[in-house]
């Protein structure tokens, strides 16, 4: 069965810190790893990684994904109190050859930035 | 465009009820999913749509009854829903065609219906 862990569940800072989220994964036929940010409705998407070792990079967010260690780690610097959400990590998975894929999320990560 | 439109944003129902979720992309992605998501969990993944064809049912009751009319359209029908059937139900979509070995897609969410069932 397909697992995605996110750790921490839920993470309490001040902002100007910067937050490390993580986000390791046990899955078959794995395809690329995705980050989104959840407020209210509907997940927002952050980035998605397929290769190993190559950043991604957005304002003060970042990311990176480690094939070997089948995991993904989210950076935030100088966190803002509008960085306050739930921040879910999801591998998409699918067998070769067909043209679907699953979606596979972690439990996500409570970040919570106090003024 | 870059935009998954669910309709409606809210609905009540009662449990005798028939009702139908609506979700619409138009960026050309060939697959389309359904989610539940309970408060304070991750989307669960209910149906996954490949080409306008039902790809994956991750045994979803027979109540939720998935349709998918043309490659731009998605529908979820209800019909004798359960009070812990309520929930916010998320569609997505992603290009999701695997060529050359490429597997890039990224997938998008509409804003998601919230659904009570009385």
């Known amino acids: 069965e397909d697992k995605v862990v996110q750790s921490p569940l839920s993470l309490v800072v001040h902002e100007g810190d910067t937050v490390t989220l993580n986000c390791s994964y046990e899955v078959t036929n794995f395809r690329s790893l995705l980050w989104y940010k959840q407020e209210k409705k509907a997940p927002t998407f952050l980035f998605m990684l397929?290769?190993?070792?190559i950043e991604k990079k957005s304002g003060r967010l970042s990311s990176i994904l480690d094939k070997k260690e089948l995991s993904s780690i989210l950076n935030i610097t100088a966190t803002q109190t509008g960085d306050s959400a739930i921040y879910l990590c999801a591998v998409l998975v699918g067998a070769g050859g067909t043209s679907y894929g699953k979606l596979t999320f972690g439990q996500g990560t409570i970040l919570t930035v106090h003024p | 465009d870059t935009e998954v439109t669910q309709t409606p944003k809210h609905l009540v129902m009662g449990m005798t009820n028939k009702k139908s979720l609506k979700c619409e992309q138009h960026?050309?992605?060939?697959?389309m999913y359904w989610y539940k998501q309970k408060a304070k969990k991750p989307p669960e993944l209910m149906f996954v749509y490949s080409y306008e064809k039902l790809s994956i049912n991750e045994s979803v009751p027979s109540r939720f009854s998935p349709e998918c009319p043309n490659s731009s359209l998605l529908n979820l029908h209800l019909h004798a829903l359960q009070p812990e059937d309520s929930a916010l139900y998320l569609c997505?979509?992603?290009?999701?065609?695997?060529?050359?070995?490429?597997?890039?897609?990224?997938?998008?969410f509409g804003q998601g219906t919230r659904l009570t069932v009385v």
């Open positions: 397929t290769s190993s070792g």
């Open positions: 997505a979509s992603s290009q999701d065609v695997i060529r050359s070995g490429a597997m890039n897609t990224e997938a998008f």
């Open positions: 960026m050309g992605h060939r697959a």
